[in-house]
């Protein structure tokens, strides 16, 4: 239930097309659905303009096919981070729209009419191809959020040329994910070539002394750069969901809400 959704509502029952009894069907489950193991935060998109985002991991497969059904239908599309394959083989079963991007590892149940990709300006950058999971899993937010991120991989500072050549894509974008594990100086040098913001995301890639991207955390939190902010380890989500909300509040009339997918 988003904003567009619940002024529909009450429009309809306002002018009589929508029995009072139908309304209140839908609002139900308003705020939140019990589901015993879990409880479904439906009135989210009406407090911050995005439905519940559901974290796969930790969660065994049936426990993911019992929720997804829940969020599905309701005027927003339904992502799943950190999905296994045999989540997704449960989710299938019963919602058949299922999509599965195995490099991201996400489910994403799109709605009837997807969401445009109403928004540019995102770049995403990753230092190596090692880090393309968690910048894969920013991008799938990021466009279910109207974005229509570009990728620029494989341009860490061990090849600083590979990255220089791309200069005027870099100063061209409204805001900037880098995506970087070993020491993640690569925050530090986009931010120093770009007047954008810059979030950056650690990643857990590296040999023993990066401590499974802690190294590159603190590396990002030290960057001599400004403008850089910094995300938890492989956080993808999180870095891809800001960035949206950066990008619609960048563009003429854009607003969280207007990204939460409202038919």
């Given at each position: ?12 029952v ?17 705020p939140y ?14 407090r911050?303009?995005?439905p519940e ?15 997804v ?8 599309p339904v992502?799943?981070?950190?999905a ?7 989710v299938r079963?019963?919602v ?58 494989d ?15 870099l100063q ?28 950056a ?10 401590f499974?991207g ?11 750069a400004?403008?850089?902010g910094?995300?938890n ?16 509040m ?11 997918g409202?038919?």
């Open positions: 239930m988003d904003q567009a959704s619940l002024m529909a509502l009450l429009a309809g306002r002018d009589g097309t929508i029995p009072v009894a139908d309304a209140a069907e839908s609002l139900r489950d308003l659905q019990d589901l015993g193991y879990a409880r479904l935060d439906h009135h989210r998109p009406l911050t303009g995005w985002v559901v974290l796969g991991e930790g969660k065994t497969p049936e426990q993911v096919a019992g929720i059904p829940e969020l599905a239908g309701r005027g927003h992502l799943v981070t950190r296994s394959p045999e989540s997704y083989r449960l079963a019963v058949p729209s299922a999509e599965y991007n195995q490099l991201a590892r996400c489910i994403v149940v799109p709605t009837e009419r997807p969401v445009d990709a109403r928004y540019g300006g995102l770049l995403i950058v990753t230092a190596g191809t090692a880090d393309l999971a968690v910048a894969e899993e920013a991008a799938v937010t990021a466009e279910l959020m109207g974005c229509c991120p570009e990728r620029l991989n341009v860490g500072v061990a090849g600083l040329h590979r990255l220089l050549d791309r200069l005027e894509q061209n974008a409204r805001v900037i994910v880098v995506v970087a594990g070993m020491e993640a100086a690569l925050g530090s040098v986009v931010s120093g070539l770009v007047s954008a913001p810059v979030i995301v650690p990643t857990s890639v590296g040999y023993g002394a990066s499974d802690l190294a590159a955390l603190l590396g990002m939190l030290n960057a001599c400004p403008g850089v910094v995300v380890i492989d956080n993808g989500f999180g870095a891809g969901y800001l960035a949206a909300q950066i990008c619609a960048g563009n003429p009339g854009g607003s969280r809400s207007d990204n939460a409202a038919d």
